[in-house]
């Protein structure tokens, strides 16, 4: 005896263009900061990782 749930109503174009650029600008900070700690972890140990220094 419970009610179905309500269908997500559509938002208008501008609110879906909004959301759409943040997710880009989430996925593009998120990106870049994987990159950042990948070259920060290997300036950091540098030519250890080569000699099996670490």
């Known amino acids: 005896m ?9 938002l ?3 609110a879906e263009k909004i959301r759409r650029r943040r997710s880009i600008a989430i996925a593009l900070t ?3 900061m994987v990159l ?3 070259i920060a972890t290997f300036v950091r140990l540098g030519g250890n990782v080569v000699n099996g220094i670490g």
């Open 12 to 14: 208008d174009p501008r």
């Open 2 to 10: 419970t009610e179905q749930p309500k269908a997500p109503e559509r």
């Open 36 to 38: 950042a700690f990948y």
């Open 30 to 32: 998120l990106g870049f």
